[in-house]
């Protein structure tokens, strides 16, 4: 008796401070802005989307409106890369990096201007690269 009593006890206590945290949400934030400077009418044509810089993934897309103005809100706290890309999935430009934080969760005033071009964020990956595969296709030792 005294056994069931405990269990029951250790359930509860374990129910009550586990329970909130399987259900808690992860935070979120929003990126928001304009791509007048880079879209040209018609604005239907274009939207943007939001990549996570660690892992390249997409989290979000958006439409432009009829103002060349965008919103992708709920998304997770991360760094973000925002890209303006024509229907055809032709990237035009990239702005960022943008980190989102607990504290920090929105970021609304991207204005998406071309200045940089979108491989310069590129670059360092594809430098680490080259530096891989130079290591490895090196000269062989005078042993072989």
Do not use: H
Request: aromatic share 6%.
């Amino acid at each position: 008796m005294l056994m069931r009593r405990i269990t029951a006890f250790t359930v509860a206590v374990v129910l009550a401070f586990a329970g909130p945290l399987v259900f808690a949400q992860q935070p979120s934030g929003q990126l928001a802005g304009t791509a007048k400077d880079e879209a040209k009418k018609p604005y239907s044509d274009y939207f943007v989307r939001a990549r996570v810089v660690n892992s390249g993934v997409i989290a979000a897309t958006a439409p432009l409106d009829d103002s060349a103005k965008w919103v992708l809100p709920s998304l997770p706290t991360d760094r973000y890369v925002v890209e303006l890309v024509q229907a055809k999935n032709n990237v035009v430009c990239t702005e960022g990096p943008f980190a989102l934080t607990p504290t920090q969760p929105q970021k609304n005033d991207v204005n998406i201007s071309c200045g940089v071009p979108a491989l310069v964020w590129l670059l360092p990956a594809a430098a680490a690269a080259g530096i891989a595969v130079a290591v490895t296709r090196g000269p062989a030792s005078p042993s072989r």
